[in-house]
């Protein structure tokens, strides 16, 4: 290590200081308030007690509320995952192989919800499954009885699922990219049916991407707020509305920061399960 | 290989689960009725001229404009540097990956965090509070795109510009500027985008002397009573349409993805 | 001594890549640095150009210590591997660079590029873009572009690599022309050993950093110095032999060659193209049994290996006359060469 290489290291962070000085403002000195603010305890009538304690964590732990609440989000989660990806997988594979004029354009599509907020999202499923909306209108029209598909749990699970579907295509597609065409032809070449080619040769190759992508969903949804929110009608309990309940309307902050680092470490574990387990399976 | 009938049914199936609510919205927007009734009664535009003469949520568009702005510039000049040291390896890998750190968490999280933060020393509801907000999740997408960019193109060319008598000002003058420039209007595109629709974080920062066009977004959908919100969501992402638009026309978006590669 | 390297070395890490590398050339010499990759021939290029800091040594040119100057004032002309010509600029802009960065005036600057394009024979694609040429042409431009500051050494990052072989080919001879004509001093990095010694006046074959071997390509190719470049430069017959008495004993044969030490062990190389197909009563110093295992004809050669009690060897024979045409798979034949073309290496 010469005169030379440690001029270039200074004036490396040097650079990169702005915007690093930026992270620690914004971010980390945010993040470590958090992580103090759940060391509080809040009194019997709501008022915050400046302490050094785990009891806020030891409350949260002891209310069989929130493991309820966390076994509704997982598998909340996991269907919203799961369906996302059986119903953008078709879609990827679709859009990776066809050699129509309009591929950019359908690909453009399947992405572009991404650029529309959440907030509007789910202004049209109101308008689609609300009891005055689409289908209900469609059932009514035909003398079937109306179905409840919002401030309920279906509804957000539907929400969701349209949510993070975008994310699993792109995550498909990038997947799809890395495959070898070559390898169905050359099941073609040795008497294997386009079907038969497709689940012993190509399906499988696409696992890890399937996996990544249901990993994706799998995190996006545990997070969401929005659709939960808006379309739970206050009936539907996840992590992150707690979260926000706790933060905003009972204000008590030491819950809302524990509750917060909890699904941050819950976060954590699941990555950690998902990645052991797809080095089990990967070949 | 080309596509079976099973494949391109299913495709259709997830397109139409996909779009639909966008195309509901698109068309609850220009609904007379007063209701979130689909199919819509009739057809007005009655709801974007409600939408024009309410103040309250011109100065929501207002201040997402003017935010979106400033959180943009300030992400450009922090971001641009740090891109530079990164993609030229002046400092160690993993600086890339903590400037992505927001992007892995939830953005309930770091709005939770930032309000704990800010609120005792009176920054909630306040310009700074809510550029610093934006920054957070803004920032990241700024460094990985810079990063990018210039990776792909400038290294040797600026070893090539040395090579031919250019002094390290000058190279970066005549070579890594103009050619990292495709890669900043990128960037810079982006950060607008995510800083206008920014909702969740802002959601926590906003107060009733300042709020953003997201939450203003938000709040009327929780209570939900007429298609001026479908117009407004409308609206939101025309502006986002417009943008992405107009950068392509000014700069051309194939050949700056064409660059990045 | 035009150019001269003095003991560069150069570590990433725990990684010696330039270890204590020193050589010296005249003005006008075309050396090439040749070596498999990893070498540490690409970064003792750079450290010639100032584009890596060696951590010892130095590098002279015209006798002026370069080492301590960064690249923008050594005054040499470097051909990248990827050509790095600027997209944003037209032909005659990426040529014309280096003249603004001297501060030329605008007219002299674009008669001084259209000159240099003229001379690598693209006058007429000044205004274009550099997309808009092909990767023989764009390697052109790079040439001209080093070439119009009039560099005292002139530097080659494996230029040719990204080209398909005829064109390659082409652009040898064109370059080593230009190079003759302007008498400037370059060196030249290739790991193909073909190319190397058809360009090059002098070869410096290279390998995990050290120099191996240093010599003009003649001498490389017939004489190599050590076992990795018998190996790294053209074919070879190889045999483990013990030594006795000045003599190589391998599989029951004896082999002579003109100065084998008296004993140990050692590799025997020996040039395909050294051994001939004997006839029956004719004689050689060293002589093998053995019967073709495989014939490949490749024009002008027809290589022909063939196995004996010692193993595998390949033979050149000539396509000039019509001995090859008669040879078959599974004849048997004697093979022969002299003493003087035994090559041995301590093992």
Redesign the interface.
Known sequence: M?G??STRRLSGWLLAAPALGLLALAFLWPMLTLARMSLNETSDTGAMIEAWSLSTYARLAADSFNWRLTLDSLSLSAFAATTAVILGYPMALFLFRTRSRFRTLLTIMAVAPLLVSGTARVIGWLAILGDHGLINSVLISVGLPTVPLINNLAGVRIGLTESVMPYTILALLAGFGRLDARLEEAAATLGARPMRAFWRVTFPLTIPAVSAGWLLAFALSISAFITPHLMGGGRVFVLATEIYDAATQTLDWPAAAALSIYALVLLLILMAAHAAVTRRLTP | MSTGPVVRLMAVCGYLVLLSPLAVVALLSVSSGAFLTFPPPGFSLRWFTALAGNADILSAARNSAVLAVLVTLIALLAGFPAATAIARERVPGWVVLLLSAPLLLPTLVIGLALLMTLQPYGLVATWPGLVLAHIVVVLPFVVRVMVSALQALTA??E??????????L??FL??TL??AMPGVLAAATLAFLVSFDETVISLFLVGPRLTTLPVALFHYTESRTDPLVAALAVSLVAISIGVIALVDRLVGFTRTVGHVE | MHLELDGLTRSYGPTTVVDDVSLAIEKGCFLALLGPSGCGKTTTLRMI???E?P?AGRVLVGGEDITAL?????????V?Q?Y?????MSVIGNIG??LE??GVARTERQRRAQAALELVGLGAHAGKRVRQLSGGQQQRVALA??LT?EPRVLLLDEPLSALDAKLREELRAEMRQIQRRAGITAVFVTHDQAEALAMADLVAVMNAGRIEQLGTPETVFERPSTAFVARFVGRSARFEARLQDGRAHVAGTTLRGDGLPSGGRADIYVRPHRIRLLSRDASEDNVLDGSIASLDYTGEVMQVTVETGAGRVPVDVGTFDNAWRSLRVGQNVRLGWRAADTLSFPL
């Open positions: 010469n030379a290489t | 040797d060319m070893e090539a510009a040395a090579t031919l008598g250019a002094a390290p000058r190279a005549r070579i103009p050619l | 150009a100032g584009l800091r951590d960064p690249p923008y004032r050594r005054g040499l002309g470097v990248f990827s790095a010509l600027f997209p944003h660079f280096g960065m001297q572009r080093a500051i």
